[in-house]
């Protein structure tokens, strides 16, 4: 059964802590999103990955950091620079190059409701 | 940067009747998409349009693309409970700019 699996569904963070969320596809993706909800507000991009062993910064990516190790993971770390990391945290996958249907699709898992303690 | 926007913020509509939700960019994009999120959901994919002034259509949700390519709208014909969620535009390629989406509730 192929998808996007993000674990876990709930965190919880203390002060000063670092925090990594999971996301891991098994579509054969090459790019893969992290992306951050806020209530009422669409969906602001984090980091990008087009290819392993490479990632990119989005418009919020200061107090984030991700690592692109494998092709199916790219794990998302909060670290104790994000001063307010309470969010809903989507990761998404696309396949690269155009496969005879709408191309740049953007699939999304379940996601990461990250609160503060 | 791209920056799309998407009006209404919210949608209160009773439930049979229909509605338009709107999407305007800052620039001309090559395609866009749009997502639905049920409440407590992801994002989920529904349609993309490439060609300027293209139309489509699935079942009550009709979809357009404006001339210049600059504007998106979805309207959705005799509202369902089914229709409940927050509808989103995405334009972009690789990277894609999010609207902040509209927010429908149905009144039975």
């Known amino acids: 059964d192929g998808g996007i699996t993000q674990s876990p569904k709930y965190l919880f963070r203390k002060e000063g802590q670092n925090v990594t969320l999971s996301c891991e596809q098994n579509?054969?993706?090459?790019?893969m999103y992290w992306y951050r909800q806020d209530p009422g507000q669409g969906l602001r991009l984090i980091y990008y990955?087009?290819?392993?062993?490479?990632?990119q910064k989005g418009d919020i990516a200061e107090g984030y950091s991700v690592s692109r190790e494998k092709k199916e993971s790219f794990p998302l770390t909060v670290t104790s620079a994000q001063k307010n990391p309470t969010a809903f945290y989507l990761c998404a996958s696309r396949p690269t190059g155009f496969r005879g249907g709408a191309k740049n699709i953007q699939y999304f898992g379940a996601g990461t409701r990250l609160s503060v303690l | 940067g791209q920056q799309v926007m998407q009006i209404p913020q919210y949608q209160h509509v009773q439930e049979g009747e229909d509605f338009t939700t709107y999407c305007n960019s800052s620039t001309t994009l090559s395609n866009i998409q749009w997502y639905k999120q049920r409440p407590g959901g992801h994002p989920v994919f529904l349609i993309q349009l490439v060609k300027s002034g293209e139309v489509k259509k699935q079942k009550r949700l009709t979809f357009q693309f404006g001339e210049a390519k600059k504007n998106s709208s979805l309207h959705i014909t005799a509202t369902q409970t089914t229709d409940v969620g927050t509808y989103f535009c995405a334009g972009g390629d690789y990277k894609l700019s999010f609207g902040a989406g509209t927010t429908v509730t149905v009144r039975a």
């Open positions: 579509l054969n993706h090459d790019a």
């Open positions: 990955s087009q290819i392993v062993n490479d990632f």
